[in-house]
């Protein structure tokens, strides 16, 4: 009677767990592998900072400050507070790419950021590196008049020494990418009407594919910045969609004034923010894109 039993309900409960546990060492082995490879090691060694906004609005890694600032007037950068302040600029859980997400619902005046020093790999002599992020919505319909900036890196200006994408003031708007070095050195006479000399250095995107409700992977590649030879690619959902080469003129920063500007006039959502001390590869890139918990998941 006991051994029917046991035959009966044991030995089938006995292999089912033989089999529930085979399977979980087979899952962490390829967790494990998953971890070793080695296009997601060589983004990892090459993240100099990210911001995943899913448990506050600091940054989960940085080589620099970690922490956010808000600033009425970025001339007067000692008068920055720490935090987000700016009541039109909410963490909202849930509604990011990954988890929460930044919400940015009204052009208004101040600023966010991130210091840059320590975070962006700045090199005098040769600069390289790429930032990627996502955002989600319709700029026809989301975004108020005027130019809009998700991000934008500088020490001064957006036409002097700065990296940054932006939409066009107008529908239907194109989608920039600026990578502009020292304006003395491109606007010498220093004119006040330069759009002749400004927009031959800019790579537009017509048509973008950005939609309410959905998200679009940008990814900004640059390499040679600071020597004669410098290149810049913007790529949207892991493709090279706008590209600018042989960038000579320099950019000349002071590191402790540069910083990461996050929304300038920018109405929609923002996640994922990460930053990389190399110009990414084609398959770096790619593997970024399809991250299936995105940046997180190669620092777990």
């Not at 700016?86 to 790419?97: E, L, V, Y």
């Not at 998700?150 to 932006?166: E, G, L």
């Not at 900004?220 to 706008?242: D, H, M, P, Q, V």
């Amino acid at each position: 009677m006991h051994k029917e039993f046991l035959l009966k309900h044991l030995v089938p409960l006995v292999l089912f767990c033989f089999v529930g546990l085979s399977s979980c060492k087979e899952k962490t082995a390829q967790k494990e592998e998953a971890k070793k490879d080695p296009v997601v090691e060589s983004i990892k060694e090459a993240l100099t900072f990210y911001a995943s906004f899913d448990s506050g609005v600091n940054a989960d890694f940085a080589l620099g400050d970690s922490l956010i600032y808000t600033v009425t007037n970025r001339k007067f950068l000692d008068s920055s507070k720490v935090g987000l302040h700016k009541p039109d600029i909410t963490r909202q859980a849930g509604q990011g790419k990954y988890g929460a997400g930044l919400q940015f619902t009204e052009r208004s005046k101040g600023y966010i950021y991130y210091p840059s020093a320590g975070n962006i790999a700045y090199n005098g002599e040769n600069w390289n590196g790429a930032i990627s992020f996502w955002l989600s919505l319709d700029p026809a319909t989301d975004l108020e008049p005027g130019f809009c900036d998700p991000i934008q890196i500088t020490d001064v200006s957006y036409n002097d020494a700065a990296i940054w994408v932006d939409f066009t003031e107008n529908n239907p708007r194109d989608f920039r990418l600026g990578v502009i070095g020292d304006r003395n050195i491109w606007n010498p006479e220093n004119l006040e009407d330069e759009n002749a000399l400004f927009l031959p250095q800019l790579a537009p995107v017509s048509n973008p594919p950005f939609a309410k409700g959905k998200w679009t992977h940008i990814l900004i590649n640059f390499s040679g910045l600071n020597t004669t030879n410098g290149k810049a690619g913007l790529y949207i959902n892991g493709e090279l969609k706008g590209l600018r080469e042989g960038i000579t003129d320099p950019f000349s920063w002071d590191l402790d004034r540069s910083n990461i500007f996050l929304g300038l006039s920018y109405i929609g959502y923002m996640d994922d923010l990460s930053i990389f001390n190399k110009e990414l590869t084609e398959s770096e890139i790619k593997t970024l894109y399809t991250l299936e918990n995105g940046v997180q998941s190669i620092l777990e």
